[in-house]
């Protein structure tokens, strides 16, 4: 439609208009930040410490629903993920301002796939137009080059807009269920860790029956979850300080964070020392050379490869499909992946320990994502 028609001009003004609430959610987003837990902190009570994580790289405790992003290298206030088109991490802060970016991105994209599969109709149809039309129709005649650029164009919306329509609805989800992506992983292995293993072991399964029932302490209601994000249509700020949280009842401030430390004695207790039997250059294309169905299926979204050399100890915290997840003894900060086959494990072929190995989740991960960060909780 041309812009000199009521039509045109209302689909003009209107992409205007997506266009700016999408990048002005876009700037506020990025400018406002998570919230960054400062440096050093800690708590009034000394007796909460004991409660706490300990971030080492900020030198100080993490508050309940932070968690440390090794690109920011800050502890980031209720954390979901490290954005890169917004070069920060989504959080506390700026949460709503990145759904709104999502939700009129996809508004945007919707309305351009309209206005562009308009374009090819007329433009495919402009000789039939032309002889039987009624003379209200709008003819349009596309050069090679502009044919081209309006496919492209339909197609980058199409492909944007199912993008970001399965981000937002992921997003939509964890507010209404007041959790992040990384609290959620959470979520499932507090679950997971109330599981009893193996029966005949006494001593565990009396230490997971006086871990008590598993309760998130965070969901207090879909309609009191979205107002914990959404305060109004016009502000874009979230509730509270970062900091402390409402819970439910029977939970407190530290349901949360006493869980994840016991996850972590727990992972802690299901560590097992590899040797490694040949050298592994830690890049993503070395490891063609252990086959294609290991190549394939390298968890490069969960974090870096390890560099290995043979004769050395890692000790393998967690495993997944043909890959194992360690570090060194005397360099516990440079973590990675490596592969399962240049182990003992494999060579060994111990049932047990192999299972222990590779009984951890997958860690899911958004908007290509941060998994890196989970596993510093």
Known sequence: ?????????????????????????????????????????????????????????????????????????????????????????????????????????????????????????????????????????????????SFVAVIFAFAMACAVALALTFLFITQLRYVIRNKNGIEDYIHGKSLNMRKILDEEDEEEVEWIRSLGEWKYPYDLGWKRNLSEVFIGIFDGRTKGNGTWWPVIKGCSQFTFTIDQLLQKQSKRGRARIVDIGEDFEGKCCSSRKFGWKIWMKQPIIDGKCLKVSEGETIIATRGVSGWVYGFRESDTRNKGWFPIAITNLKRNGDPKTEQTASSEEDVKTDDTLSSEEKKDQ
Not at 58 to 80: W, Y
């Open 1 to 145: 439609m041309p812009v000199n028609s009521y039509i045109g001009l209302f689909n003009t003004l209107a992409f205007l208009l997506w266009n700016y609430l999408t990048i002005g959610n876009l700037f506020n987003a990025s400018f406002f930040g998570p919230g960054y837990v400062p440096r050093g902190w800690k708590p009034e009570n000394k007796e909460h410490e004991k409660k706490l994580q300990f971030c080492v790289p900020c030198n100080g405790f993490k508050v309940p629903r932070s968690h440390h992003c090794s690109k920011c290298n800050r502890c980031c206030m209720k954390m979901d993920h490290h954005c890169p088109w917004i070069n920060n991490c989504v959080g506390h802060r700026n949460h709503q301002y990145f759904l709104r970016f999502l939700f009129f991105s996809v508004v945007g994209c919707i309305h351009a796939v309209i206005i562009d599969g308009s374009a090819m109709y007329h433009a495919f149809f402009a000789g039939w137009y032309q002889r039987y039309g009624d003379g209200t129709e709008p003819i349009i005649f596309l050069t090679p080059i």
